[in-house]
Nanobody, 122 residues
Framework: QEQLVESGGGLVQAGGSLRLSCAPS????????MGWFRQAPGKEREFVAA????????YYADSVNGRFTISRGHAKNEVYLQMNSLKPEDTALYYC???????????????WGQGTQVTVSS
């Protein structure tokens, strides 16, 4: 089954930056809208950001708007999440997914990878 691979997580101090990457493990996903989600221990997987297949439109959760930027690579097959001004509450396992329905809930996306851990220390 097609799957995405997330990378780029790590441990960073509050106020720092990280850049996450998402790439397919097999087939290309350049014609799909894609999104980033995160899941903290004991919490539901929540929407972070999404981008249309062309890269022309982006969407953000209120909690990250103005600090995070989602983008696509030149070939549209990779998706990135630039995270600036990180806060301890951004600590979570971050996943990328392909949008299969019109909403921004986790059920509207598929092909999750193993995720990449982001830990922000205070």
């Amino acid at each position: 089954q097609e799957q995405l691979v997330e990378s780029g997580g790590g441990l960073v101090q509050a106020g720092g930056s990280l850049r996450l990457s998402c790439a397919p493990s097999g087939r290309t996903f350049s014609n799909y809208n894609m999104g980033w989600f995160r899941q903290a221990p004991g919490k539901e997987r929540e929407f972070v950001a999404a981008i249309t297949w062309s890269g022309g439109n982006t969407y953000y959760a209120d909690s990250v708007n103005g600090r995070f930027t989602i983008s696509r690579g030149h070939a549209k097959n990779e998706v990135y999440l630039q995270m600036n001004s990180l806060k301890p509450e951004d600590t979570a396992l971050y996943y990328c997914g392909i949008q299969i329905a019109g909403g921004r809930a986790a059920k509207d996306f598929r092909s999750w990878g193993q995720g990449t851990q982001v830990t922000v220390s205070s």
